[in-house]
């Protein structure tokens, strides 16, 4: 029996004298102390995209320029008629449109936290309008010898073709993605116009019946308004292969010069970090 426990003991012994001298990895030390280091995220990058963008318009008032209804109003007969003028719209409108730009930026990276900088760029057919009517009636015969009945529809349009977005970034760097937030402030440009058009019927007599007079339009559009507004907004950028990078992002832009805008834009986007 002695000699049965001495033999267990030796070979214990060596056993274990085999495995300090194993490899790491066979020990199963590589499972308790390997580490993955976070993607570098850190440097510039540029990229482009396409997006769905949702714009709704909420006409006040302020944008209305009697410029078009003035022009018509010395060239049709509806203009005796005491208070004659054009409508104010109100109200708000909305539109969607397929945009593209590109984006560049720079990202700092402390560990696993990413912050940066970076300016967007869209190009769409953004905005909206919305119209008011007025209806008018001689009462009698006016200085041509007829009775006339008659509307002025008077319609507000906003349009924005290019805005661009300058936001600050912070994100957290997980495996290869990088989910971040941003805010910053929003610049473009916007084309406001008012519209005129009257319709007029005119009679003989006093109950008709009324013939349709070809109808009378003007335009009057002023170019290239300068708009600004804040910024702010959820994405996610994942690392493909070396420098190259998807993104998914959806920002949220308000505008509120000339007419108030608010544009939610959904993204996609492909970039490449240097």
């Known amino acids: 029996m002695r000699r049965v426990l001495l033999a267990a003991a030796m070979f214990a012994m060596s056993a274990s004298a085999q495995a300090a001298d194993m490899p790491d990895y066979l020990r199963g030390s590589l499972s308790d102390n ?6 570098n995220w850190r440097g510039a990058y540029v990229g482009g995209q396409g997006a769905w963008a949702s714009s ?13 209804i ?31 730009g590109a984006f560049g930026g720079y990202n700092w990276q402390w560990d696993d936290v990413v912050a940066g900088i970076e300016a967007s760029y869209l190009h769409g057919n953004l905005g909206g ?9 001689s009462g009698g015969a006016l ?18 073709s290019d805005y661009a977005t300058f936001r600050a970034r912070a994100g957290y760097a ?21 519209s005129a058009t009257i319709n007029d019927f005119y009679s003989a007599s006093a109950g008709g019946p009324f013939i349709a007079a070809p109808p009378l339009a003007a335009t009057h559009t002023g170019e290239n308004h300068l ?17 190259l990078f998807m993104r998914a992002e959806w920002e949220y832009v308000r505008f509120t010069q000339q007419v108030d805008t608010n544009v939610n834009t ?4 492909l970039g490449y970090k240097f």
């Open 266 to 269: 959904l993204r996609l986007g």
């Open 34 to 39: 390997y580490y993955s280091p976070p993607v």
């Open 174 to 194: 997980y495996d290869c993605f990088l989910p971040y937030a941003f805010g910053g402030f929003a610049l473009g440009y916007a084309n406001v116009s008012t």
């Open 227 to 243: 708009v600004y507004g804040y910024t702010g907004g959820l994405g996610v950028d994942v690392r493909l292969i070396a420098g």
């Open 143 to 160: 200085s041509d010898g007829l009775f006339h009945l008659g509307s002025v529809t008077s319609t507000s349009t906003m349009a924005i």
């Open 70 to 100: 003035n022009d018509l109003t010395s060239i049709t007969r509806l203009g005796e008629i005491r208070g004659f003028g054009a409508p104010v719209p109100f109200g708000t409108s909305g539109k969607g449109s397929v945009a593209y």
């Open 129 to 137: 309008s919305v119209s008011a009517t007025r209806q008018y009636s």
């Open 56 to 68: 709704s318009q909420t006409f006040s008032g302020s944008t209305m320029d009697y410029t078009a």
